[in-house]
């Protein structure tokens, strides 16, 4: 075999095997984490379609009211902005969708600013100064989709958030394919560079 041929073959290899460990690390943070007696929960957004948010937003979302209705204590920031495509804010339409479904619009809180998971988070954060809560000392607990819960738990740490973690599936089997495969990479991303926020 030649030597180019072999180095590509071994590239390949390697990569793969990169791959593997990463979807294994997607994989393994795809549980529910619950141990804290969060105060303040945080719904992070997703894809707002014309008629309301999409099916993996209202997975998260009724995912969020379950506790919600079992925790009645527990305040709530929906966080997302306003994508070129999306009709409203991720925020303003999560709030829109919980409050259609009977909770009290006084526990929901807004932060439609965000465009990333790392200020999703951010910006979270500095709102709970701003409602009183210390965010070095206030536990919260973050609803997403499962595949994106490792990423969060990283994220969290870094900003100094004790982080309980909720995930719900994805909608159908395309979506789940292409936001676990997708995941992997974002982790790579948000490990060696979201720290600006922090």
């Known amino acids: 075999m030649r030597r180019p041929l072999k180095l590509l073959l071994s590239v390949i290899t390697l990569f793969i095997a990169l791959f593997a460990v990463l979807e294994g690390i997607v994989l393994a943070g795809c549980r529910d984490d619950v141990s804290h007696d ?47 495509n999306e009709p409203v804010s991720e925020a303003e339409a999560m709030a829109d969708y919980l409050t259609a479904r009977g909770l009290d619009p006084a526990r929901i809180h807004t932060e439609d600013a965000s465009t990333t998971t790392l200020e999703n988070l951010h910006n979270s954060k500095a709102l709970m100064a701003k409602l009183g809560y210390d965010p070095a000392t206030t536990p919260v607990v973050v609803v997403s989709n499962a595949f994106h819960l490792a ?4 994220l969290c740490a870094r900003m100094g958030l004790t982080a309980d973690t909720l995930g719900t599936p994805m909608p159908d089997a395309a979506s789940a394919c292409y936001s676990y495969a997708r995941e992997a990479l974002a982790l790579v991303k948000s490990f060696l560079l979201d720290r600006g926020c922090a």
Do not use: F
């Open 38 to 84: 969060a105060p303040v929960m945080i719904v992070l957004g997703a894809k707002v379609w014309q008629d309301g948010p999409s099916p993996a937003l209202q997975r998260r979302l009724n995912k969020a009211l379950d506790y919600l209705n079992e925790h009645p204590e527990v305040q709530v920031i929906v966080s997302g902005g306003q994508g070129s």
């Open 151 to 154: 990423r969060v738990r990283l």
